[in-house]
């Protein structure tokens, strides 16, 4: 029997693009962490979200082996990409290498990064505000994606974060737009999760917004849409999310 | 708000047994090994089997960061354990400390390593004979296993491991004992299905047989059925698996 060649396949547009769905879409992942003591390479599960800019976002408890390894050593991956139904290999995967830094409570970013954890994890309202809980940003360093057998990418940093000029502002108009959709568009919201995410259902929100594209969610099921060109200005936002509804429609 | 108090419980038959069910019931897992060269943590997707001692076994591409990893430094955890619906803290899943060891094509547990990984995962034999794929062994040193919130346990080698004198003749008898099963006792399998593993699908097969118990498959399902009590010889298989039914029928 011969061995079919595997090789890295070139980068490409939707190869970042499946990426990110992985990594942005995801609501949990394996961590792996070096154990402090044993220096052994430790994997657990953890709730994952992210931050404006894509990074992924974790939550976790002091009184994990993960928490202590963090602490003591920055370096971490995180596995996205669910298996579902059939061939756990077939399924696409992605591992980040990441720096992982712990966000204090005093830090300007930390009361945007729990409330859009908060948006996309409600339960963790119980005890995201308990004394040794603590959010620690993961910044992408680089990535191995794996699209299914044979097709194997490598990608870095630049192909996973989101680099617009309107981060800022975007991150600033997100609760009042979000609040805003939800109320008065939910019928718009359902539209978006069935032409782009495929469902069927209804009762979907929104539960993030950045420069890349919408974070959805319905109960426990989670969908990421990505829009085709990130924003520039904050100012596209709302013609953004009307053209979103109109393709919708047509489609 | 207070936190509550957690603490890592005492081991007991039931932590145990759940532990088990995790390891031999998957069909694959998240590993994480030490990779060369950037000596980053790295969690990927292995799937898994295991040997008739219960120690996970996986087989793995020489293209893969993670088996360059295992050649270099053999220490790797394992975890197990699938989310499925709602919150994914909830569900129980288990990180099992492992030494990894190659096990070359000429070594005398090959064969049995390669038709037991077969058995449960029948599409590998697509690749399992490529020359730059092996299988290696992954020997429990300990774990830890969180049962959902707050129910957090270690557990030690021999919590994992089957030790029990019948091994090598129970592994034995395994190839016939599972075709003479399958082949005159389909509607016993379902029956075992049904009643131990709350299965109303019929079609179910029998894909393992060890001293601790049964894996049943049914296309990309998994069913790890624990015996009550391991066998002591191999000459109690028969009524072993006769109570079963006995006790199925009458549940």
Redesign the interface.
Known sequence: ?K?PV?TIRDTDEDARRLARKLIRGA??G?????EPG????????V?TGTDVDGAPIILV?G?S?HTDALLADQ?????F???G?????AHP?I?V?TRAERIARDDPAHDRLRARFIARHP?ATL?A????FAFFRMTPQSA?L?GGFGKAYVLEAADLLIASPAMADVAGLEPGAIAHMNADHADAVDLYAGAYGRSRKTGWRICGIDCAGLDLCNG?ELLRIEFAVPLGQASELRSKLADLSRSAREK
Chains 1, 2 share one sequence.
Not at 75 to 79: I, V, W
């Open positions: 029997m061995e595997k609501r949990f394996a961590i792996s962490v070096i044993t220096g052994f390479p430790f994997a657990s599960r709730l408890s009184l082996v370096r971490a991956s995180l596995l990409g669910e298996p139904k059939g061939d756990p290999l995967r591992t290498r339960k005890y505000d308990f004394p040794d191995s794996n426990d």
